[in-house]
C-alpha cells in the first residue's frame, strides 16, 4: 500500500508564496492600468480572470498543481480586495 497523505506543510507552502507573488503583481499591473483608466484595470482584469479560470479549474485535481492554483485563486482575490481598499 502506497503512503498517498498529502503533504499540507509543503504544500500551503507553496501556495503562499504563490498568492504572495500573483497579489504583487496583481496590483503593481493594476495600479499601471488605474493610471491610464480606471474602466480599462477593471475590464482586464476581469477578461484575465475569466480567461485563466476554467484552466485553473481543471487544474485542482492535479496532485502537485493543485497548490499552485490555490495560490493563484488567493493572490488574485487579495490583490483585488486591495485594489478596493485603497479605492475607497
Given amino acids: 500500500m502506497a503512503d498517498e497523505s498529502t503533504p499540507w506543510a509543503t504544500g500551503l507552502t507553496v ?6 507573488v500573483t497579489a504583487v503583481a496583481v496590483v503593481v ?4 492600468l488605474i493610471r491610464l483608466h480606471p474602466l480599462l484595470a477593471v ?3 476581469v477578461v484575465a480572470a475569466g480567461g485563466l479560470a476554467p484552466t485553473l479549474w481543471g487544474w485542482r485535481h492535479t496532485p502537485v498543481v493543485r ?3 490555490l495560490g493563484a485563486g488567493v493572490g488574485v482575490s487579495a490583490a483585488w480586495l486591495a ?5 475607497l
Avoid at 485594489?83 to 479605492?87: F, I, S, T
Fill in 15 to 20: 501556495a503562499a508564496f504563490v498568492a504572495g
Fill in 29 to 32: 499591473l493594476s495600479l499601471g
Fill in 43 to 45: 475590464g482586464l482584469n
Fill in 67 to 69: 497548490w499552485l492554483v
Fill in 83 to 87: 485594489l478596493v481598499a485603497m479605492a
